[in-house]
């Protein structure tokens, strides 16, 4: 996709032309003016808007910030997000509208196999998307194939407007990046759909890897419980019977540590440390019920 765009110095007058962009059947295409709901201070009101804005703050692009006076005062005339792309009109000084434009790097076909391959693999991450649901810590599987849904490098996201601003990003597409910010506070899975893949081809994907098919997806419950064994203990007397009475008899310690195959894999390969320091801990209680020192 290539934009084209000059610049006259004699006369400080922008002259430019762009290359219209094919708008796609699933994009999602809000009328404008577009507005920042957040008044002041930062924009990005859950942890998706926050760690999208973030995102390009480690980057060292301080600049994004002059975008947040555009993105309220209703600059932005329409936001237009579909696959791997994120576009706007924006006007600024002159009576032409700006075009601007976020370009993310969309996952190859063999990544997107692979991480689905990952999330398939995490019973509790598919049951939530399958439900509906975004979970918060589902970066950490991405990260454990090297992927990231979050910009991690400048040669992840591209920024292109065709005002003069040689900045990058310049204010205009600043505003843009923001109010992608806030779509994402609303809805998450519009990440999937920036990294090359819409939300309905994800979780079919995902279905298809767990046998679900066409069928109801399994609930977040119910992994929780078949994943989970139940406790052995009289739980009746739990607050009223003594220290002895609480378990009957000495549990079997399981292979791997119920709580991890509830809240999925750990950010940074911390799997199999944890493992140990749950098995250490489970000797330990083991020997504290048996009556050892």
Not at 110 to 123: N, P, V
Not at 181 to 197: C, K, S, T, W
Not at 200 to 226: H, I, P, S
């Amino acid at each position: 996709m290539s934009w084209y765009y000059n610049y006259d110095d004699d006369d400080d007058d922008y002259v430019g032309d762009y290359e219209e962009i094919d708008v796609a059947p699933d994009a999602l295409v809000i009328r404008g003016p577009v507005k920042a709901s957040s008044k002041r201070g930062d924009i990005g009101a859950t942890w998706w808007g926050q760690q999208w804005v973030a995102a390009m703050m480690r980057l060292g692009d301080a600049r994004l910030d002059r975008g947040k006076r555009y993105a309220r005062n209703g600059s932005v005339l329409d936001l237009t997000i579909q696959q791997g792309v994120a576009f706007s009109r924006v006007q600024g000084h002159y009576s032409t509208p700006y075009q601007a434009i976020i370009a993310l790097g969309k996952f190859s076909d063999d990544e997107w196999e692979e991480a689905l391959d990952a999330l398939a693999g995490q019973a509790i991450y598919a049951a939530k998307l399958l439900a509906g649901e975004m979970p918060n810590d589902i970066e950490a599987v991405f990260q454990s194939v090297n992927l990231s849904l979050f910009p991690r490098s400048r040669k992840d996201i591209n920024f292109e407007c065709s005002c003069p601003d040689w900045g990058n990003p310049c204010k205009h597409s600043a505003a843009v990046y923001y109010l992608v910010a806030e779509q994402l506070d609303v809805d998450p899975f519009i990440l999937f759909h920036l990294r090359g893949r819409a939300r309905a081809q994800v979780l079919d994907g995902l279905r298809k890897r767990r046998g679900n098919g066409d069928q109801t997806a399994e609930t977040v419950e119910e992994v929780v419980r078949q994943q989970a064994p139940p406790l052995d203990a009289d739980l009746s007397i739990f607050w009223s019977g003594s220290a002895i009475n609480l378990v009957r008899s000495a549990p079997a310690i399981p292979p791997h540590p119920p709580i991890l195959a509830q809240l999925g894999a750990p950010p940074g390969g911390l799997g199999k440390e944890l493992e140990q320091v749950y098995g250490r801990v489970s000797q330990t209680a083991l020997g504290w019920l048996g009556g050892e020192d």
